[in-house]
Nanobody, 120 residues
Framework: VQLQASGGGLVQAGGSLRLSCVAS????????MGWFRQAPGKEREFVAT????????DYADSVKGRFTISRDNAENTVYLQMNSLKPEDTAIYYC??????????????WGQGTQVTVSS
């Protein structure tokens, strides 16, 4: 099982980035996918989750209205569109997956991180 994240980078405050995560190695039917992040000196925190059908989505309060999660099941890929980025969004972003309709606090599968840096 592998989750391969990409799309991070350096962007100015107010800018946008789109993260992608491609999953492989098992069937992803009825598996929730999403994102966590970890800023320097802080604990890893939940960002967004989406069920396989797309019927269940949720976001951290800090990103609601700015970030949008989506997925392409034919490509086993989940995306995170990040708009109106703030310096406090700077973190390593991790893709995650877990059987069920939403990610819990300790997802079963993790990808490697992708660095997002927002300059002021």
């Amino acid at each position: 099982v592998q989750l391969q994240a990409s799309g991070g980078g350096l962007v100015q405050a107010g800018g946008s980035l789109r993260l992608s995560c491609v999953a492989s190695g098992r069937t992803w039917y009825n598996v929730a996918m999403g994102w966590f992040r970890q800023a320097p000196g802080k604990e890893r925190e939940f960002v967004a989750t989406m069920s396989w059908s797309g019927a269940t989505t949720d976001y951290a309060d800090s990103v609601k209205g700015r970030f949008t999660i989506s997925r392409d099941n034919a490509e086993n890929t989940v995306y995170l569109q990040m708009n109106s980025l703030k310096p406090e969004d700077t973190a390593i972003y991790y893709c995650a997956a877990e059987p069920g309709v939403r990610l819990g606090t300790a997802p079963t599968y993790w990808g490697q991180g992708t660095q997002v840096t927002v300059s002021s």
